[in-house]
């Protein structure tokens, strides 16, 4: 694997990692944010339900991956595919198909990959089965923008009030308080005020 290649494989998949580690990390802040400041809005009269559209499922609130998933549409597809990245999309197709003994969650990855213009998890792909890839100026440019989007990702994930309040400085915590009782019309510092 060239050293351009091996650079954005592993770029991609410390991205990957981190998005892993905050997801989990938020799973758990969400509860003690919960705990803390559910009480202080309102339940609407009309109970609010999200349902989803393909399977039917129906929830109190949005789940925080259709969130996530949301962020991932940032993607764009490849406007014009050059023949080397459809025929890199073959090669892990073939390696991947579950009727050619591969993974079927890998060769999911890779088709949605290839079909929202993600050339970077592709190229991470290549990586992991060993399959050379000569990047382009034009494919480079869409290799950052795919990481771009990775990047800002995380951030988004990083903004909520949620991840703030569990990993932010007391400033921070104070002008999320000062948010909730804007959004609230309640009092409620002095019943935090030994949480900050």
């Known amino acids: 694997m060239n050293k351009k290649l091996k650079k954005y494989s592993h770029k991609f998949n410390y991205l990957q990692i981190e998005e892993e580690e905050i997801n989990e990390d938020l799973v758990g802040y969400k509860v003690e944010f919960d705990n803390i400041f559910s009480k ?3 339940k609407p009269e009309v109970e609010e339900v999200w349902v989803n559209e393909k399977t039917g499922e129906v929830r109190e609130e949005e789940p925080l991956d259709k ?5 991932d549409d940032e993607f764009i597809p490849f406007e014009e595919r050059s023949g080397d990245i459809k025929k890199l999309y073959k090669k892990l197709s073939i390696k991947t198909h579950p009727d050619k003994g591969g993974k079927v969650e890998e060769f999911q990855r890779i ?3 290839y079909s929202e213009g993600n050339l970077v998890e592709l190229l991470y792909f290549a990586g992991e089965y060993e399959l ?3 990047v382009n100026p034009t494919d480079e440019e869409i290799i950052k923008e795919n990481l771009l989007t990775m ?6 994930l990083r903004s ?3 991840w703030v ?4 400085t007391k400033e921070a915590k104070m002008n999320i308080v000062k948010q909730i009782e804007d959004l609230t019309g309640h009092s409620i510092i002095d019943e935090v005020e030994s949480l900050l």
Do not use: Q
């Open 165 to 168: 309040w569990n990993t932010g």
């Open 132 to 134: 050379d890839f000569e």
């Open 67 to 71: 969130i996530i998933d949301d962020i």
């Open 151 to 156: 990047e800002k990702k995380l951030d988004t």
């Open 40 to 42: 202080y809005f309102d």
């Open 111 to 113: 088709s949605r990959a």
């Open 160 to 162: 909520t009030l949620i």
